[in-house]
């Protein structure tokens, strides 16, 4: 197929009132009309221009320019409602602030309401804006026109795991890779990992059995281990969920489609060769199966790394170790906040606690 990409007030009530508060109501109300406040978003006069964009796991996601810097740039608000919202906002601030890879969405600022810089005590806000640069389309709706070649299919992986190395490089797992957290610039064939409000800072050193939420990947995209182990599971996760999307970028379908356990698990452990090939009709000579076999295997122990599976056969046309850079500032078990003690802790609390330990040494302005 080819690359292509299609182009994608309130009333005033009359109520009994002097003029004075009459006129600051309207006065109100034709600032939350404007494009500025547009879906909640309070951004202020830097960005014009605003459009939806899609939706993330935390909420609306919209495009607008900076007139700072004439870019279009994608902005995300996270809403800080409660001790839930607060540890995931602070989280994925601190991830994709330091994930810093061609193959990753880069952000290029943290604001708060009004565009106003982060201010020095946390606890002031309601909400948080992630400014990043805003990519033309997602693998999702590229996929809605149908499978892709295998050359462009073979290309856009290879970045998706150089990206994946990267990312578990620096101790995170991601947790919701699927198609329409995957961003593409068609003109460029360049490919970047979006939307982190599930990830999951993992340190190798130490068990987090049992501190590990249940499995979070759309369900299409679990690993068995997720589904019959949902608080237990490691990197080899995201592995799973990208050979699955591998594998729907070369037939146009999702591998495993099922809306229960039971239809997830009928083809698991069956072998993965005979489902592309006979419920997919993928050639078994095409020379992905063999990949596809090694990421898609039961037991994660088992599973293609990020790491080994750049160097397998499939990718040697893309292959280059020494340009698929990892992580030089790994997250650390410190870097982690537990369930456990988010619930502890109040919400004002937690938001102070989290400065100390998210960002040592710094106020929330340093970033």
């Known amino acids: 197929m080819h690359l292509h990409v299609r182009a994608g007030s309130a009333t005033p009530r009359a109520v009994a009132m002097d003029t004075s508060a009459l006129d600051t109501t309207m006065a109100r109300q034709d600032r939350q009309n404007t494009p500025l406040f547009l879906h909640g978003f309070d951004l202020g006069g830097h960005f014009v221009d605003l459009r939806p964009l899609g939706t993330g796991v935390t909420g609306l996601v919209l495009s607008a320019v900076d007139q700072r810097t004439g870019q279009r740039v994608a902005v995300k608000k996270l809403v800080m409602r409660d001790t839930v919202s607060v540890k995931h906002a602070l989280r994925e601030v601190k991830i994709t602030r330091r994930l810093l890879h061609e193959n990753v969405v880069r952000v290029h600022e943290v604001l708060a309401p009004y565009g106003q810089p982060l201010p020095r005590d946390p606890t002031l806000l309601s909400a948080i804006y992630i400014v990043q640069e805003c990519m ?31 990312i578990h490089s620096a101790n995170v797992l991601h947790r919701d890779l699927k198609p329409a957290n995957i961003f593409i610039n068609t003109d460029q064939l360049l490919l970047k990992i979006g939307d982190f409000g599930l990830a999951r800072i993992v340190d190798p050193h130490y068990s987090h059995k049992g501190y590990l939420s249940e499995g979070l990947v759309t369900k299409w995209y679990r690993s068995p281990r997720l ?79 990020a790491k ?28 982690e906040l537990e369930d ?28």
Not at 230 to 253: F, S, V
Not at 310 to 316: D, E, G, V, Y
């Open 136 to 166: 033309e389309t997602d693998l999702a709706r590229l996929l809605e026109q149908g499978p892709l070649s295998t050359g462009h299919a073979t290309l856009l992986f290879y970045q998706l795991l150089r990206g994946l190395k990267f």
């Open 227 to 305: 589904l019959l182990s949902p608080n237990n599971y490691t990197k080899a996760i995201d592995m799973w969920a990208a050979g699955c999307i591998l594998a729907e970028m070369l037939t146009g379908r999702m591998l495993f489609a099922g809306t229960h356990l039971q239809d997830l698990l009928q083809f698991v452990p069956g072998p993965i060769p005979l489902v592309l090939t006979q419920t997919y009709s993928l050639s078994p000579l095409h020379s992905a199966v063999d990949f596809l076999e090694r990421i898609l295997t039961f037991n994660p122990v088992d599973r293609l790394t």
């Open 308 to 335: 080994s599976a750049l160097s397998h056969p499939f990718l040697k046309q893309y292959s280059c170790p020494q340009d698929e850079p990892v992580s030089s500032y790994p997250f650390r078990i410190e870097d």
């Open 340 to 367: 456990s003690l988010i619930t502890e802790l109040g919400t004002t609390n937690i938001l102070v606690y989290a400065q100390q330990t998210y960002f040592p040494g710094h106020t929330f302005q340093d970033f």
